[in-house]
């Protein structure tokens, strides 16, 4: 093998970074094994390693951010001690996540295959809501009242992830100071 085509570390990772950055300028139909080896500058048989075919590669993409998601939502639930702020913290995360992963927003919304009741981001953070919702209201809230509301939350910072990256919209240098703004204007 060429030396400038040798390759050591993470290469399955690199590979999922590398095509998403390619997804991004290109989308998934010019997507090929080939290119995902170009652009990762290994030989065009080193991507086979870790992935069947482009559909198995696509496959893991989804599940490399879902994963990185469920982890950095549930390290925001385990490491906050007060209930109040449960919700305004998972928010903040939520936002700051895909703010910092512009491509993993992009490509895991540009699909049309998520299924909100196993895809786990969601459902650690409709178990949480549900769950803070209850006890703050002191189970005062019926299950169609807390399922409405958890919904308003996931659209409010499903969208904020969105408007976050339009230049000018909200002021980037305080990025999360002004999520907690925005998200704290809400009451629930």
Not at 8 to 29: A, M, Q, R, S
Request: glycine content about 4%.
């Amino acid at each position: 093998m060429k030396s400038d085509t040798y390759h050591h570390g993470n290469l399955k990772e690199e590979l999922i970074e590398k095509g998403l950055e390619y997804i991004d300028k290109y989308g998934t139909e010019t997507l090929s094994m080939r290119k995902l080896a170009d652009s990762a500058g290994v030989s065009p048989a080193a991507p086979y390693a870790h992935f069947k075919n482009k559909e198995a590669f696509l496959s893991e993409v989804r599940n490399y951010i879902a994963n990185q998601f469920l982890k950095t939502l549930k390290e925001t639930t385990d490491n906050c001690s007060k209930q109040e702020r449960i919700l305004l913290e998972l928010g903040k995360s939520y936002v700051l996540f895909f703010y910092e992963n512009p491509l993993y927003y992009q490509f895991l919304f540009s699909l049309d295959n998520i299924d909100i009741e196993t895809y786990a981001p969601f459902v650690l953070f409709k178990k949480t809501a549900e769950e803070v919702l209850k006890n703050l209201s002191g189970n005062k809230l019926d299950e169609k009242t807390i399922y409405a509301k958890v919904i308003a939350l996931w659209s409010l910072v499903h969208g904020l992830s969105s408007i976050v990256t339009i230049k000018g919209v909200i002021d980037t240098e305080h990025l999360e100071e002004e999520v907690e703004r925005i998200l704290g204007s809400i009451s629930i």
